[in-house]
């Protein structure tokens, strides 16, 4: 894919985010993409992929990406973003806590052809569940 | 800068942090960069940006980061590294645990004229904290 097709594509999958459209944004990832996700584990395929953003639109109905920066070098693609939102659907098998969250996170992205074949996301994912309630945490 | 030029800043880079060498790290920094870091929290110009290294080393004396991937889109610069570290020296002014760490740091940066000018850190900071027995976490 050349830059500008790329970017294309990610401007389309900001926006698909924003509509919590689990199926559409699984359609990028090919058969055997890697996913590592601290929230979802690792998973592979579209059909895990849907599975795991249906999860996490479930459990946060109002989140919300803000894409910061948007690198792309070759095939490979890096958000630097915030993300945001309320647990009102519950977490991890708890009941809702109706608490925010809001943290700085990276997603690193390798493309293969015109799908995503790995994507990493990075962030403070213990500090997220303190903030939404599912641990609490203090000095040791 | 050219993306060889770039390379071989984040090269030195990697060098002088795992030789701990925090006055080579302070020479790689613009005399007015800007570093945004959980731990340090947002500090600007070389001496503070050495002074943060140097509480940084003296808490995890054996710190070592190893480049898990380099983006380059043009003065913006993403690495993800791998940091290993025990605390054998105390953080943020506690008694040392002697708890090893290890997790992924996505450093974004943006360069200019062969130095670093910004540079933002996001990990799972609350995570490294618990790892490291500074804090304890728990279910709510």
């Known amino acids: ?140 | 800068m050219t993306r060889e030029a770039i390379v071989e800043l984040f090269e030195r880079r990697m060098h002088a942090s795992n030789e701990h060498d925090v006055e080579t790290l302070g020479e790689l920094y613009a005399n007015d960069a800007v570093v945004e870091s959980p731990l340090g929290g947002t500090h600007q110009g070389r001496e503070a940006i050495i002074s943060v290294f140097a509480a940084f080393f003296g808490a995890l004396t054996d710190a070592r980061v190893t480049q898990d991937a380099l983006i380059i889109d043009g003065d913006n610069v993403v690495q993800v590294v791998t940091l290993s570290a025990t605390d054998t020296g105390g953080l943020m002014g506690m008694a040392p645990t002697g708890r090893p760490a290890q997790l992924p740091i996505v450093l974004v940066c943006r360069v200019e004229n062969g130095l670093f000018v910004h540079e933002r850190r996001i990990y799972d900071f609350t995570g490294m904290l618990v790892q490291i027995g500074v804090l304890k976490a728990k279910p709510a």
């Open chain 1, 1 to 140: 894919m050349t830059r500008d097709e790329i970017a294309a594509m990610f401007a389309r999958r900001e926006e698909t985010f924003g509509e919590m459209d689990a199926a559409a944004l699984a359609s990028d990832y090919a058969d055997d993409a890697l996913i590592d996700s601290p929230t979802a584990g690792t998973h592979h395929g579209p059909a895990a992929a849907a599975q795991a953003l249906d999860a996490l639109f479930h459990a946060f109905a109002d989140m919300t990406l803000t894409i910061e920066h948007r690198l792309i070098d070759a095939n490979q693609v890096v958000e630097v973003l915030t993300i945001e939102g309320t647990n009102v659907g519950g977490l991890m098998g708890l009941p809702a806590s109706g608490k925010h969250f809001r943290v700085p996170a990276v997603f690193i992205y390798e493309l293969r052809g015109d799908k995503i074949a790995r994507e990493r996301r990075i962030y403070d994912f213990t500090g997220m569940l303190v903030q939404v309630g599912v641990l609490k945490a203090r000095p040791a």
